[in-house]
């Protein structure tokens, strides 16, 4: 991989507690002169799996940007709060936001290509993109939006099915939940409890993208076999009637899995980016 990163794990304290999240900031060897991009990983996933592994990182190093990753609460290389609010999707906000802060993201400033951040988010992250770019319209510039949903993407999740699976072997009836925790299970680096932490602070913040739209441009990208994206359409109506320029791309033969590992995807993103 080329450019430079910090590999130390970065403190940010917000309401006086420390979210332990882990945090890299990847310097490219040639800067574009563009501002920096934040990407945001999906529910059970890490930086490295979402982002390192599919090539996202190296892709954008090449293109000459500087890249801000982060691991959730529980996942990958971040630390598992007892504390509930950890997880809330309010309280991720608030540490993203003093995250970039502290990567030394100022204002979008018209006529400086340099200043505010763009944003990638995948799946769950795409949830938490959407409601940052929407509370933070001074500092986005762009974002691109992959797996979205218009409904939340962990409404649906048995909560008290998987509790019961990891207390004694109950089978879960829910095929979606009983995928997600297999899957989740999967990866040493996930803290299972604290990932269900994770999705009883979700469930108690329901996602009403409607309820505030992100104002600036947009690509929203998902697989053609991706069921949890089929209401991407509904997403770009209400961007486009906020006044956003919303952009959709669906890539052929993906699904929710695959279309993180999509060139295209990745080409578009860049693209898209590169303004």
């Known amino acids: ?13 917000v309401e006086g507690t420390d979210p332990q999240l882990y945090v890299e900031v990847h310097d490219p060897a040639s800067d574009a002169g563009l501002r920096p991009v934040l990407l945001i990983h999906g529910f059970s996933s890490s930086s490295k799996l979402n982002w390192e592994d599919t090539g996202w990182l190296a892709s954008f190093l090449e293109a000459g940007r500087r890249v801000i990753t982060v691991d959730l609460p529980g996942h990958g290389r971040s630390g598992a709060p007892e504390d509930l609010d950890s997880y809330s999707p309010s ?53 691109v939006l992959g797996g979205p949903n218009i409904a939340d993407p962990l409404a649906a999740f048995d909560l008290i099915g998987a509790q019961r699976y990891l207390a004694d072997g109950t089978p879960i ?64 109506e209400l961007g486009l009637r906020a006044g956003s320029m919303t952009e959709r791309l669906v890539l052929p033969g993906r699904n929710h899995t695959n279309a993180i590992t999509s060139r295209a995807f990745k080409q578009g993103a860049i693209s898209f980016l590169g303004v």
Request: charged letters at 20%; hydrophobic letters at 45%; glycine letters at 8%.
């Open 91 to 143: 309280r991720i906000r608030a540490d993203l936001l003093q995250i970039v802060f502290d990567a030394g993201v100022r204002p979008v400033h018209e006529g400086d290509p340099a200043s505010g951040v763009d944003v990638v988010g995948y799946s769950l992250g795409s949830r938490l993109a959407w409601e940052f770019g929407a509370t933070q319209p001074e500092l986005v510039h762009r974002m």
């Open 1 to 13: 991989m080329s450019g430079r990163h910090t590999g130390e794990m970065h403190s940010h304290t």
């Open 173 to 236: 009836a829910d095929e979606s939940t009983a995928g997600l925790l297999k899957m989740a299970m999967l990866l040493p680096s996930n803290n299972i409890f604290a990932l269900l932490s994770l999705v009883e602070a979700i469930k108690a913040e329901p996602f009403d993208p409607a309820e505030a739209v992100p104002h600036m441009p947009m690509l929203l990208v998902a697989g053609d076999k991706d069921e949890r994206a089929a209401t991407m359409a509904q997403l770009a």
